[in-house]
């Protein structure tokens, strides 16, 4: 299985929108399967309000990753919806650098899902 990672967020290029300037991504892998497919489109709203299940991405390992946050005992999670891949805590809500706002097919009018 290939792990679902998004197209990489360079910083300088990041830094050329507006800090709460929503962008648009493309899902590379399996990770989050079945929920979110490869080559689906991600909307990420840099300012959203992060909760208990919500899609982020996420600075971990030196890397940005997808996952579904998770808190239980007052600590926070990335997860995968794929279990073959691993849960990781992270310190915090500063890990994370965009909540998931909508998803959409290419090509396709009717697939598009929100996630407000």
Excluded at 79 to 98: C, D, F, H, M, R
Aim: hydrophobic share 40%.
């Amino acid at each position: 299985m290939s792990e679902k990672k998004i197209i990489p967020i360079v910083d300088d290029a990041a830094s050329n929108c507006a800090g709460s300037e929503p962008y648009a991504l493309m899902v590379l892998g399996d990770s989050m399967e079945p929920e979110f497919a490869e080559g689906e489109i991600i909307i990420i709203e840099p300012d959203g309000l992060v909760k208990d299940g919500s899609y982020v991405i996420a600075w971990h390992n030196e890397e940005y990753i997808f996952r579904q946050v998770r808190i239980d005992g007052g600590k926070w999670y990335l997860q995968p919806l794929n279990g073959a891949y691993p849960t990781v805590e992270i310190p915090g809500l500063s890990a994370v650098k965009g909540v998931v706002i909508q998803k959409k097919k290419p090509g396709s009018r009717r697939s598009l899902k929100s996630y407000l």
